[in-house]
Nanobody, 124 residues
Framework: QVQLVESGGGLVQAGGSLRLSCVAS????????MGWFRQAPGKEREAVGA????????YYADSVKGRFTISRDNAKNTAYLQMNSLKPEDTAVYYC?????????????????WGQGTQVTVSS
């Protein structure tokens, strides 16, 4: 069982930055591919970014490419989402997720564990 706790959300003006953190319980964090997802009111949940076991492989949605950076620190059991140049359309609840895998790839589906979410609101 893995528990994920996100933090770092909040209210920011357009053009600003936030850094989300996702701390995982347990001692096998390096066995989990990680993903960041978001869901805005009235919209489906979408994948924002994903990262492989070692961090060598990453994925970004086109809407955030060049503005968001996903990373992880396996020694700290933590995944991060650095969000720069934020836009009002980035407003959503952001979730981190973990999927136990063997290969050093990123994944967009079939995540095993989810955090509770953290609200990000970008004002214009």
């Amino acid at each position: 069982q893995v528990q994920l706790v996100e933090s770092g959300g909040g209210l920011v003006q357009a053009g600003g930055s936030l850094r989300l953190s996702c701390v995982a319980s347990g001692r096998t964090f390096s066995s989990y591919a990680m993903g960041w997802f978001r869901q805005a009111p009235g919209k489906e949940r979408e994948a924002v970014g994903a990262i492989s076991l070692t961090g060598r492989r990453t994925y970004y949605a086109d809407s955030v490419k060049g503005r968001f950076t996903i990373s992880r620190d396996n020694a700290k059991n933590t995944a991060y989402l650095q969000m720069n140049s934020l836009k009002p359309e980035d407003t959503a609840v952001y979730y981190c997720a973990a999927r136990r895998v063997a290969a050093d790839n990123y994944y967009l589906t079939r995540y095993d564990y989810w955090g509770q979410g953290t609200q990000v609101t970008v004002s214009s």
